[in-house]
């Protein structure tokens, strides 16, 4: 148990070190006009979608060949169906490009399109864990998203249908799943970017109230 500790103590500090070391590779002097970071993240949750679909498929199948309807197999199967259709659909926007691309100024993804730096109001990470296993969600408050944003997937609009989206709520997240950087990475070398092109760097908490981060905007002003 002692050893297990030590080890992943010595794992910990080491992963700290090479994050620290990233960053000041990545923000110790203002980028060029070529140069860009690509974000790359796991594409297999594509196969998983698939999956559900056809284990979908299957149970819509099986709840019509008996003598009598199964309607809870059915039902079910055509829900996880259309849910796994939509998730396909968002899962081919972005397969086999990276999930966002930094440059000096701005950002670009495969969903929301290109944002420049000055349209950017905040960055911040989201970090939950489920069954030990930490999801990390990159996200940017971006105001009058519509209009600011450029070449966005029409897949947007239909979201604003339904009162989702960034459209709609003016956040654009990026999800970092196994991600050729850390996150922490990310999201320091984002702010970075952010703070060179606006001369912004103030504290933006996507979970807090619009008071808040408002207030803490004008501290960031005035001081």
């Given at each position: 148990?002692?050893?297990?500790?030590?080890?992943?103590?010595?794992?910990?500090?080491?992963?700290?070190?090479?994050?620290?070391?990233?960053?000041?590779?990545?923000?110790?002097?203002?980028?060029?006009?070529?140069?860009?970071?690509?974000?790359?993240?796991?594409?297999?949750?594509?196969?998983?979608?698939?999956?559900?679909?056809?284990?979908?498929?299957?149970?819509?199948?099986?709840?019509?060949?008996?003598?009598?309807?199964?309607?809870?197999?059915?039902?079910?199967?055509?829900?996880?169906?259309?849910?796994?259709?939509?998730?396909?659909l968002i899962s081919l926007v972005g397969f086999g490009k990276?999930?966002?691309?930094?440059?000096?100024?701005?950002?670009?993804?495969?969903?929301?399109?290109?944002?420049?730096?000055?349209?950017?109001?905040?960055?911040?990470?989201?970090?939950?864990?489920?069954?030990?296993?930490?999801?990390?969600?990159?996200?940017?408050?971006?105001?009058?998203?519509?209009?600011?944003?450029?070449?966005?997937?029409?897949?947007?609009?239909?979201?604003?249908?339904?009162?989702?989206?960034?459209?709609?709520?003016?956040?654009?997240?990026?999800?970092?799943?196994?991600?050729?950087?850390?996150?922490?990475?990310?999201?320091?070398?984002?702010?970075?970017?952010?703070?060179?092109?606006?001369?912004?760097?103030?504290?933006w908490v996507p979970t807090y109230s619009d008071a808040y981060?408002?207030?803490?905007?004008?501290?960031?002003?005035?001081?």
């Amino acid at each position: 148990i002692i050893g297990d500790k030590r080890r992943a103590q010595r794992e910990k500090e080491k992963q700290s070190a090479d994050i620290a070391n990233r960053i000041k590779q990545l923000t110790q002097a203002p980028w060029s006009s070529q140069q860009t970071l690509e974000i790359k993240t796991n594409k297999w949750p594509i196969v998983l979608v698939l999956i559900v679909g056809l284990l979908s498929i299957l149970s819509i199948h099986v709840g019509f060949i008996g003598i009598k309807i199964v309607w809870p197999l059915v039902s079910g199967g055509a829900f996880f169906l259309l849910l796994s259709l939509l998730l396909l659909l968002i899962s081919l926007v972005g397969f086999g490009k990276p999930a966002c691309i930094f440059d000096r100024n701005g950002f670009m993804t495969p969903m929301y399109g290109k944002i420049a730096w000055q349209a950017v109001e905040g960055v911040a990470l989201q970090q939950y864990t489920v069954r030990g296993v930490t999801q990390s969600i990159l996200l940017f408050r971006v105001p009058n998203y519509q209009h600011v944003a450029s070449d966005f997937h029409w897949l947007q609009r239909v979201f604003a249908l339904f009162g989702v989206g960034a459209i709609k709520r003016n956040v654009v997240n990026v999800v970092l799943k196994e991600s050729n950087e850390y996150p922490e990475t990310v999201l320091a070398v984002g702010q970075f970017l952010w703070s060179e092109a606006t001369g912004r760097n103030h504290e933006w908490v996507p979970t807090y109230s619009d008071a808040y981060n408002e207030a803490a905007k004008r501290v960031s002003q005035i001081t």
